[in-house]
C-alpha cells in the first residue's frame, strides 16, 4: 500500500519562505518521477514540479520558477520543495504524487498572507 505524507506547511508573510517534505513509502521511490501539485479553495490542481527519479533534471511551472527548488533524497524516500520569496497566490494544500500512481496522499496546507 503506498503512503506518502507531505509536512512543513504554515502561515507565512509574503517573501517569506518555506521547506516541504514529503516521505513516502510502499512503492519503489529510487525509480519513480516525483512532483508537488497544489490546490487553492475552490480551485482545480495545479502542478508545480517535477524532478527525475535520479534527481538529474528538474521542471517548474512558469509561476514558481526562479523561486521554488524541488530534490529529493532517495535513500529516505523523501522529496523536498523548498519556497522562496511567497507570494498570497502560492497559498493551498500541497501534495507529493508520482508520474506512475498519481496518489497524492497526505498534503500540507501553505498560507501566504500578511
Known amino acids: 500500500e503506498v503512503e506518502r505524507v507531505a509536512s512543513g506547511g504554515g502561515l507565512v508573510q509574503p517573501g517569506g519562505s518555506l521547506t516541504l517534505s514529503c516521505v513516502t513509502s510502499?512503492?519503489?521511490?529510487?525509480?519513480?518521477?516525483m512532483e508537488w501539485v497544489r490546490q487553492a479553495p475552490g480551485k482545480g490542481q495545479e502542478w508545480v514540479a517535477q524532478?527525475?527519479?535520479?534527481?538529474?533534471?528538474?521542471f517548474y511551472a512558469g509561476a514558481v520558477k526562479g523561486r521554488f527548488t524541488i530534490s529529493r533524497d532517495n535513500a529516505k524516500n523523501t522529496v523536498y520543495l523548498q519556497l522562496n520569496d511567497l507570494k498570497t497566490e502560492d497559498t493551498g494544500m500541497y501534495f507529493c504524487?508520482?508520474?506512475?500512481?498519481?496518489?497524492r496522499g497526505q498534503g500540507t496546507q501553505v498560507t501566504v498572507s500578511s
Open positions: 504524487t508520482d508520474t506512475e500512481t498519481r496518489f
Open positions: 524532478i527525475l527519479a535520479d534527481g538529474s533534471r528538474t
Open positions: 510502499g512503492f519503489t521511490f529510487r525509480e519513480q518521477i
